[in-house]
C-alpha cells in the first residue's frame, strides 16, 4: 500500500471538495488542473441558483483554502500523461508545462499586460473580447499570477527574439522566458476524475444562426457578459455595438436531440438569465421558448414559478427541427410551431441558446490510459450494479461531478463526497 496520497484530477468545486475533506482527513492530495487557474466554470457565472448566490464569493474561500492547504499540491498547467499500476498502487506521471512566471515571485501586480505587444482572443471569457500574450483569465483568477502563450510570445517564438517587454515591466524578476516544461511522478493509492463536461457546438446547428449573426449568444457567452468580472464589466449590450436589447428570446434544450439526453440544468440557468437581464433592464421583454421544463426538485419549481410570467413569458413550441433564427432587420425572428402546430413569428433583439451538456474531449483519452469504461454518450461510467455509484469500472478510481454526466453543482459537491468516503475506504 502506497502512503496515504490521493489524485484528483480536475479543480471544479467537485475536485477542490474532495480535496479539502481528504487534506483535513490527513492523506496528501495532488490536485490536477490543465488550466492556469482552478474553481472550475463555476468561478464563471455572476450567481448560482436556485438562492442566486455571488459565485465569486461562494468559490473563493475554497480557492484560497485549497491553495493554501499544507496537503494539497495544487499543480495548474498540468496533465496526466501515464498511470499504471492498481489500487493501492498507481504510478502516475504528469506533465507540467512553463508558466514562465513565478507562483513565489509574482505578487499579481498586472504591471506586465499593458507592455506587450501581442493580442490574441480570450476563450476563457468566450471570446468576447483579446487578452495579451502573457495574461490571466479573468480578474480574480486564483492563483493570481499570469501565464505566457508560447506560441503567441514573440520571444519565445523566436519572432521577434529581442522582445523582453514583460520581463522588464516586473519590477520583482518574477518572469523566466527560459522556463522549461517538467515531468512529474508521483505514486498514489487512488483517484478521483473530476474533470467536469463541456457545452455543445451550437455552430454545427445552422438553424440557429450563431456565428453570422453577433446578436445570438450562446449561454456561458451570455454568463459572461453579465458578470462583473467579464469582458463588459454586467453592461448587458449587444455584441459590437452599444445597444442595449428590448427583447430577448432564450431557446431552451438546443443539440438535446442530438446528444440523446436532457442535461437537466438548462431549465434552471435559462429562467435565471431571464431574471438577470430583469434585474439590469426592466424594461426589456423576455421570452423562454421551450419543449419541456425539466426542474428536479421543489426548491427548483418554485424557484421557475416565482419568475414564470413576472419576468419571462414561457412559450411551448412542439418541434425544434422547425425552429429557426433568422436575421430580421436590425433584429432576428425566432420561427417556431405553437402546440397546435401553426406557424409562429417572434422578434427579438437577442437570442440566447441554452445548449446541451456534453462529455470533455480528453474523456476518451484518459479512458484508454486508465482503463476505465465510457458510457454510450461519452461519459465516464459507473458501476451499473450499484445505485448511486461513484465507482469506475477499475477498483480505486472514482468518478465525481459533470464527469459522470450532467448535474448542477450541488449534486456535483455530493458526488465529491461520496467519492471521499470510497477512498477513506481504501486506506483503512
Known amino acids: 500500500m502506497s502512503e496515504e496520497k490521493v489524485l484528483i484530477m480536475g479543480s471544479g468545486l467537485p475536485g477542490m471538495r474532495a480535496s479539502l475533506l481528504l487534506a483535513n482527513a490527513g492523506k496528501t492530495v495532488y490536485l490536477v488542473e490543465k488550466l492556469s487557474n482552478i474553481g472550475g466554470d463555476a468561478i464563471k457565472n455572476e450567481e448560482s441558483f436556485p438562492k442566486l448566490e455571488c459565485s465569486t464569493c461562494m468559490v473563493a474561500p475554497t480557492q484560497q483554502e485549497v491553495l493554501h492547504h499544507p496537503k494539497i499540491k495544487t499543480m495548474t498547467l498540468c496533465k496526466v500523461e501515464k498511470i499504471t499500476g492498481k489500487v493501492g498502487k498507481f504510478n502516475v506521471s504528469i506533465k507540467k508545462k512553463a508558466r514562465f512566471v513565478s507562483e513565489t515571485d509574482c505578487i499579481g501586480c498586472d504591471a506586465c499586460f499593458p507592455p506587450c505587444p501581442v493580442s490574441i482572443s480570450n476563450e476563457w471569457e468566450e471570446n468576447l473580447i483579446d487578452k495579451k500574450a502573457i495574461f490571466v483569465p479573468c480578474p480574480g483568477s486564483l492563483p493570481n499570477v499570469p501565464m505566457i502563450n508560447t506560441e503567441h510570445c514573440l520571444h519565445i517564438n523566436g519572432k521577434k527574439k529581442e522582445c523582453k517587454a514583460c520581463v ?7 518572469i523566466n ?29 445552422s438553424q440557429f444562426g450563431y456565428g453570422n449573426n453577433p446578436s445570438v449568444y450562446t449561454a456561458m457567452e451570455f454568463e459572461r457578459l453579465f458578470s462583473s468580472n467579464g469582458p463588459t464589466k454586467g453592461e448587458l449590450t449587444l455584441r459590437k455595438t452599444e445597444k442595449e436589447p428590448k427583447s430577448v428570446a432564450i431557446i431552451h434544450c438546443v443539440g438535446r436531440e442530438e446528444q440523446g439526453y436532457c442535461s437537466g440544468i438548462c431549465c434552471m440557468y435559462s429562467v435565471k438569465h431571464a431574471h438577470f437581464i430583469k434585474h439590469k433592464l426592466p424594461k426589456t421583454k423576455i421570452y423562454n421558448i421551450h419543449t419541456d421544463i425539466c426542474v428536479a426538485d421543489k426548491t427548483y419549481f418554485n424557484f421557475v414559478e416565482n419568475f414564470r410570467d413576472k419576468e419571462t413569458k414561457l412559450i411551448y413550441h412542439s418541434s425544434m427541427k422547425d425552429l429557426k433564427v ?16 401553426a406557424k409562429e413569428k417572434l422578434d427579438v433583439d437577442m437570442v440566447i441558446l ?3 451538456m456534453v462529455p470533455g474531449e480528453e474523456n476518451k483519452e484518459i479512458s484508454e490510459m486508465i482503463g476505465i469504461d ?14 448511486g455509484s461513484v465507482e469506475s469500472s477499475k477498483e480505486g478510481i472514482f468518478i465525481a461531478g459533470c464527469a459522470e454526466g450532467p448535474k448542477d453543482i450541488q449534486t456535483s459537491v455530493i458526488q465529491a463526497e461520496a467519492t471521499v468516503s470510497g477512498v477513506m475506504k481504501i486506506f483503512e
Open 168 to 174: 522588464e515591466a516586473c519590477m520583482f524578476d518574477a
Open 177 to 205: 522566458l527560459d522556463d522549461k516544461d517538467e515531468m512529474i511522478d508521483v505514486e498514489v493509492g487512488a483517484i478521483i476524475i473530476a474533470i467536469g463536461s463541456e457545452t455543445y457546438d451550437v455552430s454545427t446547428l
Open 326 to 341: 433568422e436575421k430580421n432587420g436590425n433584429g432576428l425572428s425566432v420561427n417556431y410551431l405553437s402546440g397546435l402546430g
Open 354 to 356: 441554452a445548449s446541451a
Open 374 to 387: 465510457l458510457d454510450n454518450h461519452g461519459f465516464f461510467m459507473t458501476k451499473k450494479d450499484m445505485v
